[in-house]
């Protein structure tokens, strides 16, 4: 059987791609200015300055000397009614008050604050140390965050698998439905060529954008941001072309038989939006209540994050990852089966 | 065997709606034919049955001796097809659009330069197909039918929507193909196109076919090859003149405050004279006095007494 019609048709997938500057845009450009957004949003600050507000009063001036000089906490001196505006304000989320010698030092905060309670243990250590307490066990602190333990080292393996979906969507499903509703299915269908071959060659065109689109992204990922893939490259590839084919399924699914683009793009929102809050693109899907957790599970891209973050952010290896593999050939295998059986060419 | 086409009471309902209602058609080997009718008429169906794009409620259709049902890979490869108003892949070239097509077919194909040529696109095969005019798409959609060597070509609504030397560059290149022996069904609903360019031509109307034949037939059979349109003053009832030496035919035509006379003339120069002669006899004024040649207009308008181009 000759296979010419095959690459004639995966090659025409690849000039328009190139040919199209939206799509470049939203298959390249748009992830990496997520990953840019967020990974900026949430990064890992290092250690802040806490500002403490101290009520000008008799024993100010010790309290201010007693702080001045320590990391992590800057203090200045306020009247009692500033203080009171920046407790308030959230400016300063600790103020101490220094009576007469003799009399207790008061720390105002508001308890519901973590960072408040966090401010009066640290505000209160170095008074006491200052004073002359002295401190019986010997400590030492670790502070060096773990690799691959970041918001962002998290964060960029869902945004492939965000993208392989949008690819799959938008890219090809929406495709095929315009192309049905332009008649150019109808005319493609009254000739001799190969049907299936249409329809592979979208598969045949992800070959080359899967890669790219994985590359690109992890590139950005580490030049940016230092995101290492922990485990093997090769892993990642291979999970993100096994993605590609479960999304590309559901793609397909979707595309089988809508007649113009409104109704195809209803479907493919339909599809893709519950995905994109439950499958943990931008938070752990672990927030969810845990009578959903088995459901959440069974969704094609919640199987890719899992199977990508672990490999990515834990090193871990492709086939200890039997269950989200298996979640995603289940999806390939069902979502195309029915796809070509449902497919209309008018 | 005869006949490229063959169909015998197709039928093709949409719920109650009978869009082609018992259709009877052959097309022979090397002719062009014509499917005329007004928009709704059943021919877009019909061609679209041809072309194994639908599917038929009842009757029989055979496309060079095949049966679509049974053979329809092999049909697929020896037909080509012009759809109305195809749209292709709008940032591919003219050149590559021919040369993916091309791939679709296992057998002999022709050459692109030789389809390039043809239809006058050798300057565009660069451009975009989003970037053509309308002429140019339609000439790309003739050349995309006939890259496999189609034994029958099926043009539907060819010229629709283009200028006027668009459609006359368009008629050129499909005379052209009727004169190497092609088989070409077009469907249309522009007289002058279906006479210049068919060989025979079935009228359909409602899903049926309503006459048969040649142009020149089909003009014959509405009582002459010329029509005169008179208004009078004073206005004359059609019996005043339907009895003048050389007139077949008088009906009244025309608004009320207006009314006139269409007469359907064999020979001019016979009838003209007598009904100058009938006019002063009758002591009316003619004010206006038009005569012109049939066209199939007036066939599909004296068959239905609807105009063609009643959108």
Redesign the interface.
């Known amino acids: 059987m000759?296979t010419?019609?095959l690459?004639?048709?995966s090659?025409?997938r690849l000039?328009?791609f190139f040919?199209?500057p939206g799509s470049m845009f939203w298959t390249f450009g748009f992830p990496l200015l997520v990953t840019v957004a967020l990974g900026v949003a949430f990064r890992n600050q290092g250690q802040s300055q806490t500002p403490v507000a101290v009520v000008d009063g008799p024993g100010a001036a010790q309290v201010v000397a007693a702080l001045a000089g320590q990391r992590g906490v800057a203090a200045r001196v306020v009247d009692g009614a500033e203080a009171t505006r920046e407790l308030r304000t959230g400016e300063v989320v600790l103020a101490v008050q220094a009576g007469a010698p003799g009399a207790p030092l008061v720390f105002k905060y508001d308890p519901s604050r973590p960072e408040a309670q966090a401010a009066r243990r640290q505000v209160d250590d170095l008074l006491q140390i200052h004073a002359g307490r002295h401190d019986t066990v010997p400590t030492r602190d670790e502070t060096a965050v773990a690799q691959g333990g970041r918001y962002v080292d998290w964060l960029v393996p869902g945004l492939l698998g965000l993208q392989l979906l949008n690819g799959a969507m938008w890219g090809a499903a929406f495709n095929i439905v315009n192309a049905r509703q332009?008649?150019?299915l109808?005319?493609?269908?009254?000739?001799?060529?190969?049907r299936a071959h249409y329809l592979l060659s979208y598969r045949v065109s992800g070959l080359v954008f899967v890669p790219l689109q994985t590359f690109v992204l992890f590139a950005f990922a580490r030049l940016t941001f230092g995101v290492v893939i922990q485990g093997s490259a090769l892993a990642v590839l291979g999970l993100a072309f096994l993605g590609s084919w479960a999304f590309a399924g559901l793609g397909l699914l979707c595309a089988s038989r809508a007649q113009n683009s409104e109704t195809a793009n209803g479907l493919i929102n339909l599809v893709t939006l519950p995905m994109m809050v439950f499958s943990g693109v931008f938070f752990s899907s672990a927030r969810f209540p845990s009578i959903l957790q088995p459901a959440i599970r069974l969704l094609p891209l919640t199987a890719f994050n899992e199977a990508v973050r672990h490999v990515v952010n834990d090193g871990a290896s492709i086939f200890s990852q039997g269950f989200p593999l298996a979640v995603l050939v289940a999806w390939t295998v069902v979502t195309s089966f029915l796809a070509v059986r449902l497919f209309r060419w008018? | 065997m005869d006949e490229a086409i063959l169909i015998e009471g197709l039928v093709k309902r949409y719920g109650d709606l009978a869009a082609v209602d018992g259709l009877d058609l052959e097309v022979r080997r090397g002719e062009c034919f014509g499917i005329l009718g007004p928009n709704g008429a059943g021919k877009t169906t019909t061609v679209e049955i041809l072309?194994?794009?639908?599917e038929p409620t009842s009757g029989k259709v055979e496309v060079l001796g095949r049966s679509w049902t049974r053979q329809a890979?092999e049909l697929?490869?020896r037909?080509g097809?012009a759809?109305q108003?195809?749209?292709?892949?709008?940032?591919?070239t003219v050149e590559?659009t021919l040369?993916?097509?091309a791939?679709?077919?296992?057998g002999r194909t022709l050459p692109v330069e030789t389809l390039l040529a043809e239809m006058q696109l050798e300057e565009k095969r660069g451009t975009?197909v989003m970037k053509l005019s309308g002429g140019q798409r339609q000439r790309l959609a003739v050349a995309?039918g006939l890259v496999?060597d189609p034994e029958v070509l099926f043009l539907d609504e060819p010229t629709t929507g283009l200028d006027p030397q668009s459609r006359r560059a368009l008629w050129d290149t499909i005379a052209a193909l009727r004169s190497r022996g092609k088989t070409v069904v077009l469907t249309t609903h522009y007289m002058d196109e279906a006479e210049r360019l068919c060989d025979r031509i079935a009228i359909v109307d409602h899903g049926k076919r309503i006459a048969l034949g040649t142009p020149a037939e089909l003009i014959d059979r509405i009582g002459g090859a010329h029509l005169v349109e008179i208004t009078t003053d004073p206005a004359l009832p059609p019996e005043a003149l339907a009895d003048v030496r050389g007139v077949r035919h008088a009906r009244a035509i025309g608004q009320e405050q207006q009314p006139s006379l269409a007469l359907s003339i064999d020979e001019p120069h016979v009838a003209l004279p007598a009904l100058i002669a009938r006019l002063a006899e009758r002591r009316a004024q003619p004010t206006r006095l038009v005569s012109r040649t049939a066209t199939l207009d007036d066939v599909f308008l004296t068959m239905t007494g609807r105009s063609l181009r009643e959108d």
């Open positions: 000759s010419k019609s690459w004639a048709l090659g025409v000039k328009l040919r199209e332009r008649k150019l109808k005319r493609l269908a009254a000739t001799p060529m190969r008018t | 072309e194994g794009l639908n890979d697929r490869a037909i097809v759809l108003e195809t749209k292709l892949f709008d940032r591919l590559e040369r993916v097509f791939s679709f077919y296992s975009w995309l496999g």
